[in-house]
């Protein structure tokens, strides 16, 4: 069994790159700048941003799905970040070093299972999740604060491995 994580598509948020503070603030958003190395994981690039670093805060529905499993949280998105390429049988280190919270859904949308991964454990939590056939995806969100951090999808193991 083969799974596949990419980052989120820059071109979703890249018409908020470009807003004043102001058009941000009525669109629910805000720009912020990083002040640590740990702690700003950007979505799109799926790494810690720098500190100084400048990032747009936002709501994002990460499982859109009709239902009572439709799951919206805030993120990070980096103006400067360059999209992550795919990770196959395994995670980046911005989310193989945090707690994970693994959620199995069906392809109804539908909570199958889930786990707590702790730090470097969440290779084999994802793979006793998808050893259940029916589950169809999992979604990895930051225990500690419950953000959404990726989408982890089953794959033919094609794809070449990122470097």
Known sequence: MTYTLTGLPRQAFEHFFGMTDA????????????????????????????????????????????????????????????????????LPDTLDSRALSLRGFDADGLIVDAKLAHPGDGDMAIRLLFADTRVACILAHFAAYGCFAAQIERSDGAMEKAA
């Open 23 to 90: 058009e941000l603030a009525a669109a629910g958003a805000r720009r912020i700048i990083a002040d640590a190395e740990r702690g700003f994981p950007c979505r799109i690039g799926l790494r810690d941003a720098h500190a100084g670093e400048p990032l747009i805060l936002l709501n994002y529905v990460n499982h859109d799905v009709p239902g009572p499993f439709r799951t919206a949280y805030a993120i990070y998105v980096g103006p400067q970040s360059e999209p992550a390429l795919p990770f196959v049988d395994r």
